[in-house]
């Protein structure tokens, strides 16, 4: 049996059960950075090898592998949607790319305390970021939105290479990363930036690779998760202190954890017949090899079914979900605001309300609601 991840048990919910995307805000612009879970196609400009997401079945609901580690549009390209930015989210190291709304610079097997020669970590994404500044002019940067999802690499990276690490040890490592990403995060504000959105890191130990690479059957390595819980439980904070001691320092947290935790307990109230194996690869999970040439990779039949689309991504039906309620979802699920409530704030007013932490809330009784293939929000 799998230990429980957590005591609060309130489902997703977004504000007055309404589609939260063509509402009134003002134009500003998206900067995504971090690993493969923001990725836009920037690895293959970094990399003379074979990237498996420029090839079928990646991209497969929109018959277009571009880079991105989905079937089809990744969450950034929802968030660029619902601001009313004409076109998905550009790699921001592809030649001649209209970057006049923002860019991704996240590139796949980024970390933050080190990555391999054919990615970059969080601190040379923002350096890449600073070479192209002068792209965006006056207080464009100020008013928008930039949102870092990176640590996946790290902790799954470290438990793999150090299976004995004792708590000391996993303490100590986990300190090394957020006091880093806090680095960042100082780095990237010092360069312009005043909106921040951070994600929480997802149950890795319920990703398919981890089923299949830690041969757990249908259980989950829990072993992994002793370090994301550590990990998760130091965003929050650490945006607190930044907001109050950094003038203009604005900033969001996605429970993007309990998000996916949610719908790996209680898939069906999500509408995902399968959340333990992926809809891509082989393996006993379906977990390796999806998009290489040199593998049969196995597919699925109706991708929408299924809650990751590879080995520890999501498919397309999940990240529309994610985006709508990270743009439009109440404090159980992003907190202290959400996305379109922090970019109508005013530039420079110091925040009202800051993160608190949900396991000392008092539990509420409220209705879920998810995506339709519409992209409309209905009740479950």
Not at 228 to 240: D, E, F, R
Not at 257 to 273: E, L, P, W
Request: net charge neutral; charged share 20%.
């Amino acid at each position: 049996m799998n230990k429980p991840h957590i005591n609060v048990s309130r489902p997703d919910s977004v504000h007055n059960l309404v589609t939260v995307s063509g509402q009134n805000i003002p134009a500003v612009g998206l900067f995504t950075f971090g690993d493969s879970n923001f990725e836009a196609g920037n690895r293959k400009f970094l990399t003379t090898a074979l990237v498996p997401q420029n090839f079928w079945p990646y991209g497969k609901s929109r018959d277009d592998p571009n880079g991105k580690y989905s079937d089809g549009k990744i969450l950034p390209d929802f968030i660029a949607k619902f601001m009313g930015i004409p076109h998905d989210l550009p790699p921001a190291l592809k030649p001649g790319a209209d970057v006049s709304g923002g860019a991704s610079f996240a590139v796949g097997d980024a970390s933050i305390l080190g990555s391999p020669k054919d990615s970059l970590t969080l601190s040379q994404q923002i350096r890449q970021f600073n070479k192209m500044i002068s792209n965006w002019k006056g207080d464009y940067l100020l008013k928008s939105v930039f949102m870092i999802s990176i640590g996946m690499e790290d902790y799954y990276n470290f438990t793999k290479n150090n299976p004995n690490a004792d708590a000391s040890a996993q303490q100590a490592f986990a300190i090394s990363v957020t006091n880093k990403l806090k680095k960042d995060n100082s780095l990237l504000y010092s360069s312009g930036a005043s909106k921040f959105v951070i994600p929480t890191i997802a149950p890795l130990d319920c990703l398919p690779i981890a089923r299949q690479e830690f041969k757990t059957g249908n259980d989950c390595y829990e072993k992994l998760n002793d370090l994301v819980k550590q990990h998760n439980a130091k965003i929050g904070p650490m945006l607190n202190e930044l907001a109050k001691s950094t003038p203009g320092f604005q900033f969001t947290v996605f429970d993007f954890y309990n998000v996916i935790f949610r719908r790996t307990q209680h898939n069906m109230n999500y509408r995902f017949s399968v959340t333990n194996i992926s809809c891509c690869g082989v393996g006993t999970h379906n977990a390796y090899g999806c998009g290489l040439p040199n593998v049969h990779s196995k597919l699925c039949e109706y991708q929408r079914s299924y809650l990751y689309f590879d080995s520890r991504h999501n498919s397309e039906k999940a990240q529309e979900a994610f985006a709508h309620l990270l743009f439009g979802a109440e404090a159980n699920v992003v907190q202290p605001m959400n996305v379109r409530e922090l970019i109508v704030y005013p530039v420079d007013e110091p925040m009202r309300e800051y993160w608190e932490n949900p396991m000392e809330e008092k539990l509420s009784l409220v209705q879920d609601v998810d995506v339709d293939a519409s992209g409309s929000l209905y009740l479950v």
